[in-house]
């Protein structure tokens, strides 16, 4: 209902979080050390799934693809509980996705270069304003102190830390 996109169930993103601490798994890294999370939420902010643990350098497509988010999905194992009918049209759940996702059967995402006053422009609006409560879940985790900078632990444990902080963020909003 936020964006006008009947059945959306939420919002895929990931989040990288900076790691400083001293094991071998970021010793080898030429990159600047990070952990990845995927992220899918809802319109109330809460974080429906969360997989952490992934490498930082590695793109959001590399950590769809690796996790069990996408292959559930892609069994139909996840999103096919509900389909709503619209004008006869079945509508089967779906999540919404920015940039850097592909296009799937269960995965919408925003047009590249739309032309001004296109309905490609326009439901890239959309998009964009049912992305707002991932970019404010993001920001929230990040407002966590051991999360508000590079952590410093090791990188289990900064995983750890990542969904702890996340469990914290959906029991304050209940």
Not at 88 to 111: H, R, S
């Amino acid at each position: 209902k936020l964006g006008g996109l009947p059945n959306c169930c939420g919002i895929i993103n990931c989040a990288r979080f900076k790691v400083k601490g001293s094991d071998s798994v970021l010793k080898y890294s030429h990159l600047e050390d990070t952990v990845a999370a995927q992220l899918v939420v809802d319109a109330s902010y809460r974080i429906l799934s969360i997989t952490a643990g992934f490498r930082g350098n590695k793109s959001n497509l590399a950590v769809l693809n690796s996790s069990s988010l996408y292959k559930d999905a892609e069994t139909g194992a996840l999103l096919h509980t509900r389909t709503l009918y619209i004008n006869n049209v079945a509508v089967p759940q779906y999540l919404i996705g920015g940039g850097g996702y592909p296009l799937l059967p269960w995965l919408l995402v925003p047009f590249a270069d739309p032309l001004g006053g296109s309905s490609e422009e326009n439901f890239n609006n959309v998009v964009k304003i049912m992305c707002v409560p991932m970019l404010k879940t993001i920001a929230s985790l990040r407002g966590w102190g051991v999360l508000s900078g590079p952590i410093d632990a090791e990188f289990k444990t900064a995983v750890a830390n990542i969904g702890a902080c996340s469990i914290l963020h959906n029991m304050l909003l209940a």
